[in-house]
């Protein structure tokens, strides 16, 4: 037994120093000298969950809770590890039981209430984090837990307070930072949010990219190339290109990094000398470096300043006419949609159905077509009672392909999508369907978006209620197409 407590002393001293290899190394010797050690199958656990294998980690915590049942800090691992799985029930369970053994667990309390929060218990979600903070008034993550509640409750001026606490307690959390700067943007404070939001470089996302160039500091580049490379999602890219003849403007060679999907949209984009793909392996040759959301901070970006010349993205005219040729055979009024983005866990609170856009099938002379990409396209195979749809998913290879479809179409109505910037680029009329707490991009309460003139935002009234959006949108539409029949009426067809 002796032995086996000097690996089990060992192996936490090593992941008390961050020594995780090592770390787990002596763990599973010593739970191979003593299967049922608890605390070594406890922090084995703990260990593969702060190295993101959750697999490993629920089995060995749920083996610590069947060792010892009353183990608090075991269910509230677990909670954490399921909460990451997305089985979000078991995971407020587990938190739970957690405070069943241990009330006064300040730990416990905050991880609720952001699984509450995640769950849109809003109210319970606050109480359990200002217990958190009520029981470790120095718990700077109970703060940050606490901020991005009152967010989804839209009173983000009070989450600011929160996430400016929390990082008086813990001044390099750069998820801390990254929440204050979303907030801060989202209510319009630029000035401070675009310092603040430059600390997502410090994320995993970010930090993998590193250049022996230089990173530009915006200064006159007189000649110089510079890469501007990509870092998040297909919306941010094209939404941000708008700043690329800036910063060729103060005298740079700007070679543009963006993923495949991107290419031919943007490779005749004004701003851009050379464009590459950002998985290619080839060489490049450059001599400073900018990420693309860091160019409105470069710019200091404001209201009074913020560059909103529609359209920038040039489509290829050929492409449009093929689909002018297959569109544009009736005088229906016709519209593009999709309803979810790229499928992961937060989509859930940005996304809808099919079944929601249902109410618009009974507009008579309206035509619609899916320009929905992914596993959700397949929803157009079973469409709601009454709707008539045509799914173009298989014609549409990148954004290019879109785009030509796009230029045919009279409207496109889109949750907050990729698909809404393409058509907001294009200068074409788009609807943007909005949750009731909206990306930082779309700013609070706004209708029609500074970014894109020519765009309309409809938003939730109260979180997931799609609804009211859609009668919204109904009565727009009707207006919309009485308004076209209108301005058709007065044109006289003459004889040929």
């Known amino acids: 037994m002796g032995n086996t407590d000097n690996l089990f002393q060992q192996a936490f001293k090593y992941h008390q120093a961050g020594d995780l290899t ?57 909670g954490t590890v399921l909460k990451g799985q997305g089985a979000l029930k078991e995971a407020v369970g587990n938190y739970k039981r957690s405070l069943i053994y241990k009330p006064d667990y300040a730990m416990a309390h905050s991880n609720l209430g952001n699984a509450l929060k995640e769950q849109g218990r809003f109210d319970e979600a606050e109480v359990s984090c200002r217990q958190a903070i009520l029981l470790k008034p120095d718990y700077a993550d109970a703060y940050n837990n606490l901020g991005s509640v009152l967010q989804k409750q839209n009173r983000h001026e009070e989450a600011i307070v929160y996430y400016s606490n929390a990082i008086k307690l813990k001044p390099d959390d750069v998820g801390v930072h990254i929440n ?47 890469l501007v490379h990509v870092e998040q999602g297909f919306g941010d890219s094209i939404q941000f290109v708008r700043y690329l003849p800036m ?30 793909e950002k998985e290619s392996k080839s060489k490049v040759i450059f001599d400073t470096h900018i990420h693309l959301l860091s160019l409105p901070g470069i710019f200091d970006t404001s209201l009074d ?13 050929e492409p449009v006419k093929h689909w002018r040729t297959k569109l544009c055979h009736s005088n229906d009024f016709k519209i593009g949609i999709v309803w979810k983005g790229r499928p992961t866990y937060k989509d859930q609170y940005r996304s809808c159905s099919l079944a929601d856009f249902a109410p618009l099938a009974e507009i008579p ?10 596993p959700a396209s397949n ?67 706004r209708e029609y978006s500074p970014w894109y003139p020519g765009m309309r935002l409809f938003r939730q009234s109260k979180l997931n209620d799609w609804t009211g959006v859609f009668e919204e949108v109904k009565s727009a539409l009707l207006q919309e197409i009485s308004a076209c029949v209108k301005d058709n009426s007065n044109v006289e067809v003459l004889p040929v």
């Open 180 to 226: 204050r700067s979303l907030a801060l943007l989202l209510t319009e404070n630029f000035k401070e949010g675009w310092p603040e939001y430059e600390w997502r470089l410090h994320t995993k996302n970010c930090a993998t990219r590193t250049f022996k160039q230089p990173r530009w500091d915006g200064s006159p580049l007189n000649g110089k190339s510079i």
């Open 305 to 317: 300043n913020m560059p909103a010349d529609i359209p920038y993205i040039e489509i290829d005219p």
């Open 379 to 445: 929803e157009t195979l079973n469409p709601p009672e009454g709707m008539n749809i045509t799914c173009l998913d298989e014609y549409l290879n990148d954004f290019a392909d879109t785009s030509a479809v796009i230029e045919n179409l009279d409207l496109v109505i889109s949750t907050d999508t990729a698909v809404v910037h393409l058509a907001g680029a294009m200068g074409k009329p788009v609807w943007t369907l909005l949750h009731s707490a909206p990306d930082w991009r779309w700013f609070l309460k």
């Open 22 to 78: 090592n770390a787990a190394a002596l763990y599973l010797k010593t739970l191979k000298q003593h299967p049922d050690h608890v605390e070594a199958t406890f922090l084995i656990g703990t260990l593969y969950l702060q190295t993101e294998d959750l697999g490993a980690a629920g089995i060995f915590l749920r083996k610590a809770i069947s060792l010892k049942s009353d183990h608090a800090p075991a269910y509230n691992n677990l």
């Open 365 to 374: 002379g309206l035509k619609i077509y899916s320009l929905q990409k992914g």
């Open 247 to 276: 910063v060729q403007a103060l005298g740079g060679y700007v070679v543009f990094e963006c993923p495949k999907n991107l290419l031919r949209l943007l490779e005749n984009c004004a701003g851009i000398d050379k464009i590459i």
